[in-house]
Nanobody, 121 residues
Framework: QAQVVESGGGLVQPGGSLTLSCTAS????????MAWFRQFPGKDREFIAG??????YADSAKGRFTLSRDIARYNFASLQMNSLKPEDTATYYC????????????????WGPGTLVTVSS
């Protein structure tokens, strides 16, 4: 099973930006894809964005969040989050699975421990 680690969470003011990073122990080109989810207290994890050969976004992320892969590092991707709102406060998780990006968290086989993002003044 792949190992996944997130970094970059923290406290940011409304309207600010934050970049989350994810490193996996597998290559995210070819057979694996990487995705970001977030979880609000008492809620299920929700898909934000995923990347493999293409990049996919949830409607809530389009226009504000950008997921990109470091071409020189086959196991690394970053999620740039702009114009953050208090309602973006959540624990953010990176996950990997084989083959295709999915919005269903149950399809992902490896997860990071999560990183907390707090948007508050």
């Amino acid at each position: 099973q792949a190992q996944v680690v997130e970094s970059g969470g923290g406290l940011v003011q409304p309207g600010g930006s934050l970049t989350l990073s994810c490193t996996a122990s597998v290559r995210i080109v070819g057979h694996y894809v990487m995705a970001w989810f977030r979880q609000f207290p008492g809620k299920d994890r929700e898909f934000i964005a995923g990347i493999g050969s293409d990049t996919y976004y949830a409607d809530s992320a389009k226009g504000r969040f950008t997921l990109s892969r470091d071409i020189a590092r086959y196991n690394f991707a970053s999620l740039q989050m702009n114009s953050l709102k208090p309602e973006d406060t959540a624990t953010y998780y990176c996950a990997v699975k084989r083959y295709d990006v999915s919005q269903d968290p149950s399809e992902y086989t490896s997860w990071g421990p999560g990183t907390l993002v707090t948007v508050s003044s």
